[in-house]
C-alpha cells in the first residue's frame, strides 16, 4: 500500500480521491492554507496540486478534520448505531468513543458486541469503552453485572477500546478492591480510562486521578477546570441535550488548549436531527465568542491525542481521510463528509444504506416480567396520612422529598383529584417481582399511566399514573412490545379507534394504549430514525395532551427518578432511597 | 498498587518521597505553582501538602518534568549506556529516545541488545529505535545488514521501541521494495518511525511522509519548519556537539509550539560532562530569548505526546515521578533528579553505581583484518602526475575534491614534503582485505599515521599518514586492542618511553603508538567516562603536536570521510566515491 501512497503523493499517478481546491485547515500551526488534498485507500498522501480518479470541487469551501466525539452514548438518541450514524456523520463526525452503558446495563457483554457489531455497518469509527459501573448502584436491579473479573475477562477484547467513565468515583478512593480491580485491568492492558467527576477536588481528586483516570466531562467552573486541567486531565466540552457546559470554552487559553476536547454525551435523536452534533457545538462555541480555529482542533487534533489516535484529527500525508468541506468555520455546514477516504455524505444527507442492520436475538426481548401485572400490584399502602412524594426540581434530574397529606380508601392510596401520582418501578430483567412504589407530586398527568424502560441506570420498568388497572396494563404492554414508552388512556368512550396515534391499541374498550417500541434493549429502536421520531413526538405530545407540565419532558423525566446517585429520593425496584443518607427509606412518615 | 497510590494521594498514609516547599510546573496550562509534590512506587500521587517517609527539601527549587530526548546515538558519547547515563542523568534527562544505528552496523542485532541491556542497569529509561538503515549504504562493508525481513523479524521484538531516523529518503520516495518494507513492518507493529529529512520539500517530502515518518531533527529555514509541521510532523531542535539547530527556536509560536522537541542526535563525552545534555540546550534557549517555561514544555510534555509516552512529562497524579529540581529556570542546574519514584541523583553527581557494566562478547573484538598488513599495503600506483584530493570544506562534514599534482617514486605516489596525506579505508568486519585508497590535502599531520575505528556509518578503519609502515601499524594495532584511535609516530630516537601517554606502546624503536582503546564494537569504550575522557584528550593533543590543523577534530574529522551520502568525494573500503553522480570514480585524472 504504501508504494501507491508514495506515488500519488508525488504526483506520479493519480489519487484515488483528489479534494480541489479547497481551503483547509492546518491544526497544526493553527492556519488555513489552500491547495488540492490527495488522498489514497482511507489516507490522506498530500497537499498540492493533485489529480484523482474521483474529484470534488470544494472551491468556496473549508476543509477541516472529521470530528471527534469524545464521549457520547450512543443509546440516549433511542436509535441503533446504524441511524445514528445516519444522522452524526452527514454533520461531519467520523468518530466516537462510546461507552455502551445502558445497553450494557440490560444485556450485559451482548449489548457492548451489538454496539461494536453494529458499528461496522456504517462509516462512522466507535471506538468502544467498556462500561465501567454495570450497574452504577447496588440499590437496584440491573440485567447484568460487570465486576472486577468480568472487566479484567473482556478489556482485552480486540473490540475495546478503553474503560468507560469511572462514575464510582467512591469505590476508586475508598478503595473497594472490586473497583480498584477495574481500574487495574484496564491499565494492565494498556487502556485509557473515562472519568466522571462532577465536583471532586483537592485530595479526593488527587487519590480519584491516582488510579489513572484521564478525563472529565462533568466539569463547569473555572476553578474546577483549572484544578483538572492542571492535574493532568483532558476536559470535555459538551454539548449533549439536558446537560451542557459549552461555557468551558471560556477558559480555554493559549497555554491550556491542548487539554479541551469536545463531547455530546447524551443527544437525543431530535436534537441530532434539527440541530445538529458536534457541527451544532463548534457553531454555538463560535457564535459565543471562541476562535473557530481553536474550536475545531478541540473537535480534532486534541481528542486524537488525548485517545491516542495516532495519524488522526489532522491534513496531512498518512493521515486518517476523515475530512469535512463546510461553508465556513462560522455556520460549520458540512457539504461533503469523507470517511477514510470515501465520500459518505453531501449536502446533510448520508451516502450509505442504513437500511440492513445488525439485530441480534440477545438484545430483543428484554422485558422480563415473573408474571403479567394486575391493578393489585399497584395498591399501595400506607401507615398514616403523610407520605414522602418525590418532586423534580428544575433542571430535570435531581429530585426533592415533599412530605404529603393523603387519604387511602380500602387499603390504598387515592391519588385521584390530587396532584399526587402513583410511581412504581417494575423489575424487568431478572423474573424477581419486585415492584418499587412511591408517589410523585406535580407531574400533572391525568386518566391513566404512562410508562417507559428507560430508567438510568438499570432500566426497569418505570410506571406513572392514578389508575392502578392502567398502569397494569402499561406494564404489560411494554413487556409484550420488548419495551419502549406506552401511555394507557382511561377512556369513556369504548371505541372509535380513528384518531390513535399508536402501533397497536387495545381492547377492553375503557382503555386506549399508545406506544412506542424501543426493542432493542427497550432502549433504543431497530427502526429509521425519520419515523421514530415521528411516532415518537405524536406520543409525547399525547402525554403532554394528558396533562404532563410542560417543565418536564413527557417520558424522559422519568427516566432519571430511579438514578440512585443523584439527589435526593428516588424510587427503585427495590424501593425508596434517599441519596442524601445513602440508604432506603420508607414512604411513611 | 492502586490502594497505595489512591491512601497516599488522600493523605492518608505517607507517601514514599515528597518533595516538599517546591515550586513546580505545571506543563498543561504553562503555569508555576506551589507544593508538595507526593511519590509512591514510581509514581507521582498528588500535589498539595504531603508527609513521606523520605523527604527532600525543595525550598527555593523548581521542579520540572524529567527531559526526554527525542533523538540521541549514545555511541557518540563513547561511552557505555551506563556511563552515558551517569553524565545525563544528573543532568535532568530521565528518557531518551536513542538509535544504535553506530553499534548496529557494526554487530547487528546484538548490537540493538547490548544497548538495550546494558541501559537495564542505570536509571535512565531509553526507549529503542531499530536502525532503519543498516548500513546507511551499499558503497561499503558494513558489520551487518538489516534488509526489510530483518526489520520485519525484529521491529516487535519487546524490546524495541520504533524504527530509527529514516534516513534512506530515496529508497521511500523511489519505491524500493525492501525499503518500504522496513516501513510497513513498523506499521503493522504500530511503532512510530522516526525521520530524517535534511531540505526535502514539496511533493518529495509528501512522499516521504505518507510512509508514516514522524519526526524530523534535520530542518533548520523557518520554511522547511513551517513545512514539515504543517505536514503533521514533530520538528526536533538539536543541540548536538556538531550539529546544533537551536535558532529553530525561532519559529515557535503559540500555535505551532507543541509540535517542538529537543535532542542531542550526538554529543561527545566532553560536552557532556563540561557543557550539560538537555539542560545546556534549555540554558541556551532560555538565554537566546525563548520562554523558560515553552522551552521546558518542548523537552517534556511535548516529546511525549510525540512519542506516545503516556503518564510521562508532566507533574501530576499517575504520571511517572520522574522530576527535576533546578535551581531556577534560567540556569537549570539540577539540585536533585528522580527517576521512577527514585532520587538518582544530587547536585550533578549521580547516586547509581555504574561500574559493573553488562559487557557481552559479541560486541567486543570486533576488529577483523584478513592478515596483518604491511607497508606494501598502502602503496598507491597512480598513472600520471595529476590525482584526485581529498578536503574538507569548513563545517567539518562536507568535503571537496581538489586535482592535486603528484609525484611518484618506484610505483608509489610520494606525499612526504607535500600537504599531501595518504588516506586509506581498511574493511574491518567480513575479512574481505578491502582497502580504499586516496590522497587528503591541508590536514597538516606529519611523521606517522593515525587511525580510527569509527568511520560512519559501517564504521571500517579510517587512517591517514605520510608512512605505509606506520599505517599498517596503526591497523595492526587497531585489530590488536579491538578498536579505538591510534597515532603512529615515526620517531628518529629509538627508545625513552618516558612521555607516553599511550596504553600500550611498542617496539621496533623507530615507531611509537599511542592509543585510546574503544572495545565497544571499536566504537564506545567499557570504561569509566572520567579516565576515558583524560586519555582521549591527551591523545587528541598529540595529533595536533603532530601538526593535525586546529580547523579539524584530530580523530571525529576523519570519522566523516567515509560517509557516502554527504557531499561530494568520499573514500570507502570500496574505493573512492562521488557523491554528487552517485558512483565510485578513478583517482586518476
Given at each position: 500500500m504504501l508504494e501507491k501512497y508514495v506515488k500519488a503523493a508525488r504526483g506520479l499517478e493519480k489519487a484515488d480521491l483528489v479534494l480541489k481546491n479547497t481551503t483547509y485547515l492546518d491544526v497544526f500551526t493553527g492556519t488555513l492554507k489552500t491547495g488540492d488534498i490527495a488522498v489514497v485507500g482511507e489516507k490522506i498522501v498530500g497537499t498540492g496540486k493533485y489529480q484523482g480518479k474521483e474529484e470534488i470541487d470544494c472551491s468556496g469551501l473549508t476543509v477541516i478534520p472529521g470530528y471527534i466525539d469524545g464521549h457520547v452514548h450512543i443509546e440516549s438518541s433511542q436509535l441503533s448505531p446504524e441511524?445514528?450514524?445516519?444522522?452524526?456523520?452527514?454533520?461531519?463526525?467520523?468518530?466516537?468513543?462510546?461507552?455502551?452503558?445502558?445497553?450494557?446495563?440490560?444485556?450485559?457483554?451482548?449489548?457492548?458486541?451489538?454496539?461494536?457489531?453494529?458499528?461496522?455497518?456504517?462509516?462512522?469509527?466507535?471506538?468502544?469503552?467498556?462500561?465501567?459501573?454495570?450497574?452504577?448502584?447496588?440499590?437496584?436491579?440491573?440485567?447484568?453485572?460487570?465486576?472486577?473479573?468480568?472487566?479484567?475477562?473482556?478489556?482485552?477484547?480486540?473490540?475495546?477500546?478503553?474503560?468507560?467513565?469511572?462514575?464510582?468515583?467512591?469505590?476508586?478512593?475508598?478503595?473497594?478492591?472490586?473497583?480498584?480491580?477495574?481500574?487495574?485491568?484496564?491499565?494492565?492492558?494498556?487502556?485509557?480510562?473515562?472519568?466522571?467527576?462532577?465536583?471532586?477536588?483537592?485530595?479526593?481528586?488527587?487519590?480519584?486521578?491516582?488510579?489513572?483516570?484521564?478525563?472529565?466531562?462533568?466539569?463547569?467552573?473555572?476553578?474546577?477546570?483549572?484544578?483538572?486541567?492542571?492535574?493532568?486531565?483532558?476536559?470535555?466540552?459538551?454539548?449533549?441535550?439536558?446537560?451542557?457546559?459549552?461555557?468551558?470554552?471560556?477558559?480555554?487559553?493559549?497555554?491550556?488548549?491542548?487539554?479541551?476536547?469536545?463531547?455530546?454525551?447524551?443527544?437525543?435523536?431530535?436534537?441530532?436531527?434539527?440541530?445538529?452534533?458536534?457541527?451544532?457545538?463548534?457553531r454555538r462555541l463560535v457564535a459565543n465568542g471562541l476562535n473557530p480555529v481553536t474550536a475545531v482542533i478541540c473537535a480534532t487534533l486534541n481528542a486524537a491525542e488525548c485517545y491516542n489516535l495516532k495519524w488522526r484529527g489532522g491534513i496531512a500525508p498518512f493521515y486518517l481521510a476523515d475530512l469535512v468541506a463546510v461553508d465556513n468555520l462560522k455556520n460549520f455546514n458540512a457539504k461533503y463528509v469523507v470517511k477514510g477516504g470515501k465520500l459518505v455524505a453531501k449536502n446533510g444527507k448520508p451516502l450509505f444504506d442504513t437500511s440492513k442492520r445488525y439485530l441480534p436475538a440477545n438484545v430483543l426481548n428484554t422485558v422480563h416480567l415473573k408474571r403479567p401485572l394486575t391493578a393489585k400490584d399497584f395498591v399501595l399502602t400506607l401507615k398514616g396520612t403523610k407520605a414522602k412524594a418525590m418532586t423534580i426540581e428544575p433542571g430535570g434530574v435531581v429530585t426533592g422529598c415533599e412530605i404529603v397529606e393523603v387519604k387511602s380508601e380500602n387499603g390504598d392510596v387515592t391519588v385521584k383529584d390530587t396532584d399526587l401520582l402513583k410511581l412504581a418501578v417494575v423489575e424487568r430483567h431478572k423474573l424477581t417481582g419486585n415492584i418499587g412504589k412511591g408517589l410523585f407530586k406535580g407531574y400533572g398527568f391525568k386518566g391513566g399511566a404512562l410508562g417507559i424502560t428507560i430508567a438510568h441506570d438499570s432500566h426497569n420498568i418505570i410506571l406513572m399514573g392514578d389508575d392502578n388497572e392502567a398502569m397494569a396494563k402499561a406494564a404489560n404492554h411494554l413487556k409484550e412490545i420488548g419495551g419502549g414508552m406506552v401511555i394507557v388512556e382511561r377512556t369513556p368512550c369504548h371505541s372509535e379507534n380513528s384518531s390513535c396515534h399508536s402501533e397497536r391499541s387495545e381492547e377492553p374498550p375503557q382503555y386506549k394504549i399508545y406506544s412506542l417500541t424501543l426493542d432493542i434493549g427497550g432502549l433504543m429502536s431497530s427502526r429509521d430514525a425519520e419515523s421514530l421520531q415521528r411516532d415518537s413526538k405524536a406520543l409525547i405530545e399525547r402525554a403532554y395532551s394528558m396533562g404532563v407540565k410542560r417543565d418536564y419532558e413527557a417520558f424522559m423525566s422519568l427516566a432519571f427518578l430511579s438514578l440512585a446517585v443523584i439527589p435526593k429520593l428516588k424510587l427503585t425496584d427495590a424501593g425508596l432511597f434517599d441519596v442524601e443518607k445513602f440508604t432506603f427509606t420508607d414512604i411513611n412518615v
Amino acid at each position: 500500500m504504501l508504494e501507491k501512497y508514495v506515488k500519488a503523493a508525488r504526483g506520479l499517478e493519480k489519487a484515488d480521491l483528489v479534494l480541489k481546491n479547497t481551503t483547509y485547515l492546518d491544526v497544526f500551526t493553527g492556519t488555513l492554507k489552500t491547495g488540492d488534498i490527495a488522498v489514497v485507500g482511507e489516507k490522506i498522501v498530500g497537499t498540492g496540486k493533485y489529480q484523482g480518479k474521483e474529484e470534488i470541487d470544494c472551491s468556496g469551501l473549508t476543509v477541516i478534520p472529521g470530528y471527534i466525539d469524545g464521549h457520547v452514548h450512543i443509546e440516549s438518541s433511542q436509535l441503533s448505531p446504524e441511524e445514528f450514524a445516519s444522522l452524526i456523520v452527514p454533520r461531519g463526525t467520523t468518530t466516537i468513543i462510546a461507552d455502551p452503558h445502558e445497553i450494557t446495563n440490560v444485556c450485559g457483554m451482548a449489548g457492548c458486541e451489538y454496539i461494536a457489531k453494529a458499528s461496522q455497518n456504517v462509516p462512522l469509527e466507535v471506538k468502544l469503552q467498556l462500561p465501567s459501573c454495570v450497574p452504577a448502584t447496588p440499590f437496584e436491579t440491573s440485567g447484568a453485572v460487570l465486576n472486577g473479573k468480568d472487566i479484567e475477562n473482556n478489556i482485552n477484547n480486540d473490540y475495546i477500546f478503553g474503560l468507560g467513565e469511572f462514575m464510582n468515583y467512591p469505590g476508586l478512593i475508598y478503595c473497594d478492591p472490586d473497583t480498584l480491580k477495574k481500574a487495574e485491568a484496564a491499565h494492565s492492558a494498556g487502556k485509557v480510562i473515562d472519568g466522571h467527576a462532577p465536583a471532586i477536588s483537592g485530595y479526593d481528586l488527587n487519590g480519584y486521578l491516582a488510579c489513572g483516570v484521564t478525563t472529565d466531562h462533568e466539569c463547569v467552573t473555572k476553578e474546577e477546570i483549572e484544578e483538572k486541567i492542571s492535574k493532568g486531565m483532558y476536559v470535555h466540552i459538551r454539548h449533549g441535550s439536558s446537560t451542557q457546559n459549552l461555557g468551558n470554552a471560556k477558559y480555554i487559553t493559549d497555554k491550556n488548549m491542548r487539554r479541551f476536547i469536545l463531547c455530546t454525551d447524551d443527544r437525543h435523536a431530535a436534537d441530532l436531527k434539527e440541530k445538529g452534533h458536534l457541527d451544532d457545538a463548534l457553531r454555538r462555541l463560535v457564535a459565543n465568542g471562541l476562535n473557530p480555529v481553536t474550536a475545531v482542533i478541540c473537535a480534532t487534533l486534541n481528542a486524537a491525542e488525548c485517545y491516542n489516535l495516532k495519524w488522526r484529527g489532522g491534513i496531512a500525508p498518512f493521515y486518517l481521510a476523515d475530512l469535512v468541506a463546510v461553508d465556513n468555520l462560522k455556520n460549520f455546514n458540512a457539504k461533503y463528509v469523507v470517511k477514510g477516504g470515501k465520500l459518505v455524505a453531501k449536502n446533510g444527507k448520508p451516502l450509505f444504506d442504513t437500511s440492513k442492520r445488525y439485530l441480534p436475538a440477545n438484545v430483543l426481548n428484554t422485558v422480563h416480567l415473573k408474571r403479567p401485572l394486575t391493578a393489585k400490584d399497584f395498591v399501595l399502602t400506607l401507615k398514616g396520612t403523610k407520605a414522602k412524594a418525590m418532586t423534580i426540581e428544575p433542571g430535570g434530574v435531581v429530585t426533592g422529598c415533599e412530605i404529603v397529606e393523603v387519604k387511602s380508601e380500602n387499603g390504598d392510596v387515592t391519588v385521584k383529584d390530587t396532584d399526587l401520582l402513583k410511581l412504581a418501578v417494575v423489575e424487568r430483567h431478572k423474573l424477581t417481582g419486585n415492584i418499587g412504589k412511591g408517589l410523585f407530586k406535580g407531574y400533572g398527568f391525568k386518566g391513566g399511566a404512562l410508562g417507559i424502560t428507560i430508567a438510568h441506570d438499570s432500566h426497569n420498568i418505570i410506571l406513572m399514573g392514578d389508575d392502578n388497572e392502567a398502569m397494569a396494563k402499561a406494564a404489560n404492554h411494554l413487556k409484550e412490545i420488548g419495551g419502549g414508552m406506552v401511555i394507557v388512556e382511561r377512556t369513556p368512550c369504548h371505541s372509535e379507534n380513528s384518531s390513535c396515534h399508536s402501533e397497536r391499541s387495545e381492547e377492553p374498550p375503557q382503555y386506549k394504549i399508545y406506544s412506542l417500541t424501543l426493542d432493542i434493549g427497550g432502549l433504543m429502536s431497530s427502526r429509521d430514525a425519520e419515523s421514530l421520531q415521528r411516532d415518537s413526538k405524536a406520543l409525547i405530545e399525547r402525554a403532554y395532551s394528558m396533562g404532563v407540565k410542560r417543565d418536564y419532558e413527557a417520558f424522559m423525566s422519568l427516566a432519571f427518578l430511579s438514578l440512585a446517585v443523584i439527589p435526593k429520593l428516588k424510587l427503585t425496584d427495590a424501593g425508596l432511597f434517599d441519596v442524601e443518607k445513602f440508604t432506603f427509606t420508607d414512604i411513611n412518615v
